[in-house]
């Protein structure tokens, strides 16, 4: 399923770092957090930019970033490569994108 990011403008480093602290102990504090409870999409638009690079992975990323559709699958498997190379805070952030990506579907299926 494609999904796009309807954000222009990226969360700054301060907004991403703060949200993502946010959303984890929100989510941490439910039993069963729903699906949708996720990032906004200027967050996820910025969590995407940190990860750009010239890896496949990071070129899926870029698409995202530059307003660009992605699948959502690819973007799933983009990300969790990326954990694989990031920082304990990179992590936290990929799951946090994650999240919005799962969101993003939920809703498309609901409509």
Known sequence: MYITCRATVP????????????????RGSMAHAPVTVAVTDAVALGIAG???SRTDSGQ????LFRGGEVDSAELLEAIAFEKGYASAEGGAAL???AGWVQAKVHALRAA
Do not use: I, M
């Not at 969360?11 to 929100?26: G, I, M, P, Y």
């Not at 899926?60 to 698409?63: D, G, P, Q, S, Y």
């Open 11 to 26: 969360a700054s480093e301060t907004q991403v770092v703060t949200a993502v602290q946010e959303l984890l102990d929100r």
């Open 95 to 97: 799951h946090c994108l």
């Open 60 to 63: 899926l990323l870029e698409r």
């Open 50 to 52: 940190f990860f750009v």
